[in-house]
């Protein structure tokens, strides 16, 4: 069986390595081939962007070389894919070369959408590329005191991220002893501080707690950044000095030039993982318009599973199992203390306090993150 | 009476980003005067939606209740 996977992120690396392991016999034998393509030679890790804009991490601890990764017995190449044609099973690639393939896997992921917004790009900072995390740092080492805003653009990945950096700003404010200057004010899309109801229960008392005023049902229809005021699609605006923004995303431009789905989301059944109408063509992590978190979490386990039923469907000819709805978050709720939302799509998350030991645990997964890759964690 | 395509958008067991940051997304990708109906396992949603329905104008076209699945639809208006 030929299994094509396209796209080197953290869903298509950690199925590739998974499936690598299971399939050992089959690889050496000729039973089953894996093959990836990716955009670069280079793998990052995501999660880490966030420190880097608080001087917590350097960008080069982020990457690692795509190649060394991989089990030995994949085939990789860098030559993103540009044409899909799903009824040939084929897909063609920037360099010309056509691969053929039995199973097909897109995890091709998604990109922040800046430019959908009228005045976002020029006016805030945002830590979702190495770019911009770094000049996010430089902006906040300048800042001395002010209005902050944190504006959330939707859809977005990784939805702590609002959160995150909220409660990671207080510290790093106040640490600068400047906080007393500064008055950090949170916008979200919805009715509540999170999409996670048990979540906002929590982040809600603690913006109180903390000084933090907050805005819902502000969704962020653009920026006047002469005037530095963040209007909203609710007909609200709010003044700023520093803006942070989640920015909005969307998925990949491959994926709609080949009208595989619309914003580049392609339509994948929320339990099998294929592609609706397409029984050997599967969709991981962001790339997926299901309605559950963009995040590298929900691609890992989305991965497991169907690393499962690829090797199963090898060795019996049927997959085994479906894909639950799993995902796990960490929740950095400052520098130092952090918790976590675990939830599938029967079970909502009941958060926990924060404590420091869950900080410390985010703070090693950010090393072991390497062990998930490779297919071991 | 006009054979409308409504598109579905099932958020039923979506607790993040949730039914109503769902409907959010998939808004901006719809056309004006598109319909779109939510499906939503959450009965808050029967609140929040029309709420956000009529604070940013859109046009609420209704809301049913069945098998524990809220079905909410909405015309794109702008």
Redesign the interface.
């Known amino acids: 069986m030929k299994i094509l996977i396209v796209g080197g992120g953290m869903g298509g690396t950690i199925l590739a390595n998974n499936l690598a392991r299971r399939l050992h016999e089959e690889l050496h034998t000729g039973k089953a081939r894996i093959t990836m393509l990716s955009a670069s030679e280079r793998h990052m890790y995501q999660p880490g962007l966030l420190y880097v804009a608080l001087g917590h991490m350097m960008p080069d601890e982020l990457y690692r070389d795509q190649r060394r990764l991989l089990e030995p017995e994949i085939e990789f190449h860098v030559d993103p894919a540009e044409e899909f044609s799903l009824d040939q099973h084929q897909v063609r690639t920037k360099s010309g070369k056509t691969y053929p393939y039995d199973v097909l896997v897109i995890a091709t992921g998604s990109r922040i959408f800046l430019e959908g917004t009228p005045g976002l790009s020029e006016a805030a900072e945002c830590f979702y590329t190495e770019q911009s995390a770094v000049h996010m740092f430089k902006r906040l080492q300048e800042f001395q005191g002010g209005r902050v805003v944190i504006s959330v653009g939707v859809p977005h990945k990784c939805p702590m991220a609002p959160l995150e950096i909220t409660f990671m700003l207080h510290d790093y404010f106040k640490d600068r002893g400047i906080l007393e200057k500064t008055q950090i004010h949170y916008t979200y899309p919805i009715g509540r501080t999170h999409s996670l109801e048990n979540v906002a229960k929590w982040a809600t008392p603690e913006f109180e707690r903390l000084g933090i005023t907050y805005e819902t049902l502000f969704n962020v229809k653009e920026v006047d950044a002469r005037g530095k005021v963040i209007r909203s699609e609710e007909g609200t605006e709010t003044p700023y000095d520093l803006l942070i923004s989640i920015p909005a995303h969307k998925g990949m431009e491959v994926i709609e030039k080949n009208g595989l789905g619309k914003g580049g989301w392609i339509p994948t059944d929320r339990y099998h993982l294929n592609m609706e109408g397409r029984d050997n063509v599967f969709v991981l992590g962001d790339t997926t318009n299901l309605p559950i978190s963009k995040a590298g979490s929900t691609a890992h386990f989305e991965a497991d599973t169907l690393a499962g039923n690829l090797a199963a469907m090898v060795k019996i000819g049927s997959p085994v199992r479906d894909y639950d709805g799993k995902v796990f978050c960490f929740i950095e709720a400052g520098k130092d203390r952090a918790t976590y939302a675990m939830f599938d799509y029967q079970h909502p998350p009941s958060p926990k306090p924060p404590t420091k030991s869950m900080h410390w645990f985010k703070t090693a997964y950010n090393r072991l993150y390497w062990a998930s890759a490779r297919g071991l964690l | 009476m006009v054979n409308e395509k409504i598109k579905v958008?099932?958020?039923t067991?979506?607790?993040?980003?949730?039914?109503?940051?769902?409907l959010?997304?998939q808004l901006?990708?719809a056309e004006i005067g598109e319909v779109l109906e939510l499906l939503s396992s959450d009965k808050?949603s029967a609140q929040?939606v029309p709420?956000?329905i009529n604070?940013?104008g859109h046009e609420m076209l209704g809301s049913e209740e069945s098998g524990g699945v809220w079905h909410i639809r909405v015309r794109k208006l702008k």
Do not use: H, Q, R
């Not at chain 2, 067991?13 to 769902?22: N, Q």
């Open positions: 958008i099932d958020a067991g979506s607790f993040c980003p949730g039914p109503l940051m769902e959010i997304a901006k990708e808050g929040d709420v956000w604070k940013v």
